[in-house]
């Protein structure tokens, strides 16, 4: 392993099972500057925090909490979500300061099932939201709060493009593995 390998195996993430799949984390060099260590790996979406910490951390640091510490920073921001009632702090807590997060259109949303953060899968579109129907129904009940129902909700969701203006965030409970989504658009 060379100097700039990490301490290992990239680190797991219960919240985000595959960040390099999401493009949250991309291997490129960073001089980490929470360890200050020459990594191959970076986060690369830019955390809440008072400083500009877009591609200036490494894997490491985010998934032991020590980037959260030092620099006061969240990964994911739950101000307005409405949380499960029996929801675990620990859980808030490791998805805010220990979870790579997501960058969306508009504010982002952590989705909840079973009393439980779900896993984070990635953008889809309408090609691989369809594989999900759980996902599916999820999303038109998401759009319904827009206002849109009927022949145009199932148009706006079937026009969801991974790389377009339009898309949805898919997650699976961790408990039950049913698939959540979420629509947002530019």
């Known amino acids: ?21 999401t493009g949250a984390i991309e291997r490129r060099p960073v001089s980490c500057r929470c360890c200050g260590q020459d990594r191959e790996w970076v986060y690369a979406v830019a955390p ?12 490491w640091c985010v998934a032991d ?43 982002e949303r952590w989705l909840f099932h079973c009393d439980d953060g779900c896993a984070f899968l990635g953008a889809v579109g309408w090609d691989d939201l369809a594989r999900h129907p759980d ?4 999303v038109l009940l998401d759009v319904a709060s827009w206002g849109l129902v009927g022949e145009d909700a199932e148009a706006f969701v079937g026009s969801l493009d991974v790389d377009g203006a339009s898309t949805a965030y898919l997650f699976r409970c961790r408990h039950c593995g049913a698939h959540l989504a979420y629509a947002d658009a530019d």
């Open 48 to 59: 809440y925090a008072v400083d500009d910490l877009r591609d200036a951390l490494c894997p």
């Open 65 to 107: 909490g020590s980037a959260a510490a030092r620099f006061d920073a969240s990964f994911t921001d739950l101000g307005d979500t409405d949380l499960p009632a029996d929801l675990p702090d620990h859980v808030v807590d490791e998805i805010v300061h220990r979870t790579p997060g997501f960058s969306a259109w508009q504010q």
């Open 135 to 138: 996902a599916v129904a999820a």
């Open 1 to 21: 392993m060379s100097a700039v390998d990490g301490p290992g195996p990239l680190p797991s993430f219960a919240y985000h099972p595959d960040p390099v799949a």
